[in-house]
């Protein structure tokens, strides 16, 4: 099964590239369906890979998890309607257009991602 890149973009929050004191971050909206991811791959700023290490996922209540520790015998439950905030920590934005990369494995689905471009903001 495939998932067009134009619909997987949608999860994507416009406008909510930010840069931090210590990297970067940006938003997702669950607006396609529940589900669960059993892999993430690491994602792209500006084609340069980040370490999945320095990379989190943090849900609404504060929980917390590295990109490397979701794992088919750790799977990330993706709740349908629910926000999640992506933290890389390392990386610090210049002002501008920046380019995100974006991709997962979902079970049974396989591989999917997407591409974004977004315009950095501060806080």
């Known amino acids: 099964m495939k ?31 529940s589900g669960s991811v059993n892999e993430m791959r690491p994602l792209t700023l500006d084609r340069t890979p980040q370490n999945p290490d320095c990379s989190t996922i943090r849900r609404a209540d504060g929980s917390e998890v590295a990109f490397s520790a979701i794992s088919a015998e750790a799977p990330f439950a993706l709740e349908m ?28 689905v396989g591989a999917l991602g997407f591409t974004v471009e977004d315009v950095t903001r501060r806080g």
């Open 3 to 33: 998932v067009p890149g134009f619909l997987l973009r949608r999860l994507y929050v416009k406008g909510s590239l930010r840069a931090t004191e210590t990297g970067f971050s940006f938003e997702l909206h669950n607006s396609l369906g």
């Open 81 to 108: 309607g629910r926000s999640l905030t992506i933290h890389v920590e390392g990386t610090q934005l210049t002002p501008g257009k920046h380019e995100i990369g974006f991709s997962f494995v979902v079970p049974v």
